[in-house]
């Protein structure tokens, strides 16, 4: 308990009918009351000019306590990431150990689509063997479809001149269904056959016949893909060793047509993870080989530059939590 002054106790028999403006002193004991903390002079006067009820002091005492709080947090999390050292993430190794950490990958993401396909793309939904509300999984995916719609238009980009777009890691359609109504035709690609299949089937069953299914389990696959107009990714390259990840974007977005767009969303900063490949463990519990991995921004900037491509935003997002520092990138190339 904060002890509190005598001196500014509440009048006794002082019941002001609420609609009274309130004293100084009882505004003081309700912020050292509720704060813990003696209130400075011109708080007291800014309380008493705003508030003329005791619900409105209430409430405003709470709010200026949340918001504070808020700001703590906020600057907490911010000071995490400005202070963080370079990032320790090898990026760039041999061909045959990125195909073994394709593989490694491959292997981790059927196995989530032939047991956990819907837990696997939004773990709060239950596993597949239970019941799972399917209108409730797919009606997440629109805001995000959204957001690129928004991305495009705040940028001067006429999202009607981008005829294929080639969503990757589209899982079991929760995004493909909605970009499916913006395009004229979509590739939906992922590295999970057991994960398309239940996507083929919700598409069908929507009657979307613009959607095109592609396996991508190997660099050879994604070289393989067609070129096309839009390349968007929320939520999926975070899940491959930072090396994949970068190969992975030099393939695909070197196969934008000339105008065309990017957008995909990618940790870039996790201040205590290290990479190297040669000492690189997976984990063995099936819930834990979900790994989030990040990309250093400087490794992403050099890329888009050697592939002539030119940065139109980078967000940050909150896809990964607050001890995660997460973007979304809008890149388009040079017709």
Known sequence: MTDIDPAEQPEHGADQPEHQPFSRVRVSFAYRLLRGTKPEVDEVDRLIEKCTTVDQLRRQLVTDA???LHGLFQESIQLRFLKAPAPQVEVDVPGPVLERLL???ESVWRGFGENDPFWSVLTRFKPAGAAVDRAAFYATGRKRVEFLAAALARNGVDIASLPVCFELGAGVGRLTAWLAERFERVIAADISSAHLDVAAKELSARGKTNVAFLRVATMAELEGAPPFDVFFSIISLQHSPPPVIKRVLEILLAKLNPGGVAYFQLPTLIPEQRFAADTYMPPTSPREQMETFAVPQKVLFQLFD??????????EDNQCGPH???????LQKPR
């Open 66 to 68: 949340g918001a504070r």
């Open 103 to 105: 593989g490694r990958v």
């Open 306 to 315: 050697a592939l002539g491509l030119k940065v139109l935003e980078v967000r």
């Open 324 to 330: 995660k520092l997460s973007n979304c990138f809008l």
